[in-house]
């Protein structure tokens, strides 16, 4: 009888934009759009800079997909839960902190 493997998240690789993250497996790497976010003009830096803040290099993170649009993943990322701090909804984290507006998700 297998046993069936735990399902590992995803660890983060990159942030190159307030709404695009770089994040891999064991196996390959992803290019994420934050799903139902947009960054307000003017914002794009100060965004930039809270997103890798809050998704430093090599931290795990769990994607739920919610589209594909032009080979391009799209999915609401969310921070794992330990016990210093609760997993979060870093779309939705963006939105409350000012950052980024909520788009309607599909």
Same mark, same amino acid.
């Given at each position: 009888m297998a046993l069936a493997q735990p399902a590992a998240a995803a660890e983060v690789l990159q942030v190159p934009s307030p709404t695009l993250v770089i994040v891999g497996d064991r196996n390959? @790497?992803? $290019?994420?759009? %934050? $799903?139902?976010?947009a960054i307000p003009p003017g914002q794009h830096q100060e965004a930039l800079d809270w %997103? &890798? *803040? +809050? %998704? /430093? &290099?090599? @931290? +795990?993170?769990? %994607? &739920? /997909?919610? $589209? @594909? *649009?032009d080979g391009q993943l799209q999915a609401h990322l969310s921070t794992l839960t330990t016990k210093a701090e609760p997993g979060r909804d870093v779309g939705a984290a963006m939105v409350a902190a000012g950052l980024a507006t909520a788009l309607p998700c599909s």
């Open positions: 390959r @790497s992803y $290019a994420v759009e %934050l $799903a139902c976010v %997103l &890798r *803040q +809050a %998704l /430093p &290099r090599h @931290s +795990a993170v769990n %994607l &739920r /997909p919610t $589209a @594909s *649009q």
